[in-house]
């Protein structure tokens, strides 16, 4: 089985931290995911990689960074934490760029900013 | 850029169908996914149908698309409790899954 994982579930941090969400792949997927969820907006992708050493924005990366400097490894970063970004954040990672590939979901890390 | 609308809530009893409707706007879709995500849990595909096809049956579920009006649907035949969870409508644009809101589907024994 695919597995996806996120290092905590549940993280509370303050104002102005820098704040490191990691996820690891252990299916040799090209292509890794961060989205954030939020009550009646659904998943909105903040940035994706198709490769290592490769990143794109998505609809939301504004306050957000990423690196990938391993294949399994898709680490979200965020510069100095704010209140508004207090979400659920998801990885997920998919074969490649074909057009059929399943996306697979870690379980989410609860992010707190206080 | 692409959007996908679909309705927050859905109530039904047990045993009754349930269907889910969701309508996107990006045309070059030719994958388009139904996600399933459980409380606490992240999300698992449940079905998907190619962009060619206007129906997809799979056991208790039925996917329909209507390619004119951007408008996809998952029926969910015999509605379980444990069916209770958000569903997700996903056409795949490009490289990347585009996510519509979430639809909560309630079941009430």
């Known amino acids: 089985d695919v597995k996806v994982t996120q290092s905590s579930r549940y993280l509370v941090k303050r104002t102005g931290e820098k704040v490191f969400l990691e996820c690891v792949q252990d299916?040799?997927?090209?292509?890794m995911f961060w989205y954030r969820q939020d009550p009646g907006l659904g998943l909105r992708l903040i940035y994706f990689s198709y490769d290592v050493k490769m990143k794109e924005k998505g609809d939301i990366p504004e306050g957000y960074s990423v690196s990938r400097e391993k294949k399994e490894r898709f680490s979200l970063i965020l510069e100095s934490a704010s209140t508004n970004q207090t979400s659920m954040y998801l990885c997920a990672s998919s074969l490649d760029r074909g057009m059929n590939t399943e996306a697979f979901f870690g379980q989410g890390t609860r992010l707190t900013v206080v | 850029g692409e959007d996908v609308e679909q309705s927050l809530f859905l109530s039904v009893r047990e045993g009754d169908s349930s269907v889910i409707n969701c309508t996107y706007t990006d045309s070059s879709s030719t994958y388009l996914y139904w996600y399933k995500q459980e409380p606490g849990a992240g999300l698992q595909l449940l079905t998907y149908i190619f962009s060619n096809m206007d129906m997809k049956q799979d056991q208790r579920l039925t996917v329909l698309l209507n390619k004119k009006d951007k408008h996809l649907s998952l029926r969910i035949a015999d509605t379980q409790t444990g069916d209770s969870a958000i569903y997700f409508c996903?056409?795949?644009?490009?490289?990347?899954?585009?996510f519509g809101q979430g639809t909560e589907l309630s079941v009430k024994p």
């Open positions: 996903a056409p795949r644009g490009g490289g990347k899954l585009i």
């Open positions: 299916m040799d997927h090209e292509n």
